[in-house]
């Protein structure tokens, strides 16, 4: 069974950081692409951030140069840290594994919720 299970969401004040953690069961984990995605409250989910099975990046324009997606391919984790946080409203940060071959070999977690505001 495959489980995508995050953590590190919360509330945050803006300008503040958050890290949030993927850790990935069930998958050959490191032939995986990874992405993170956020869906705010009546908007469709769109992409933050990807990192590939070999660790090259992609990034929304409005995550370049506050955020940073890595992995850890011995913990089957991917992580998004979120710097210089702009004010949002309750959002959900999605966690996704694609297969680097097989597109239809796509997973997705729960998705921690993130809340930026004073």
């Known amino acids: 069974q495959v489980q995508l299970v995050e953590s590190g969401g919360g509330l945050v004040q803006p300008g503040g950081s958050l890290r949030l953690s993927c850790a990935a069961s069930?998958?050959?984990?490191?032939?995986?692409?990874m992405g993170w995605y956020r869906q705010a409250p009546g908007k469709q989910r769109a992409l933050v951030a990807i990192?590939?099975?070999?660790?090259?990046?992609n990034y929304a324009d409005s995550a370049k140069g506050r955020f940073t997606i890595s992995r850890d391919n011995a913990k089957n984790t991917v992580y998004l840290q979120m710097n210089s946080l702009s004010p949002e409203g309750p959002s959900v940060y999605y966690c996704?594994?694609?297969?680097?071959?097989?597109?239809?070999?796509?997973?997705w977690g729960q998705g921690p919720q993130v809340t930026v505001s004073s």
């Open positions: 990192i590939t099975n070999g660790g090259s990046t």
């Open positions: 996704n594994a694609v297969h680097r071959r097989n597109l239809g070999s796509t997973y």
């Open positions: 069930g998958i050959h984990f490191s032939i995986y692409n």
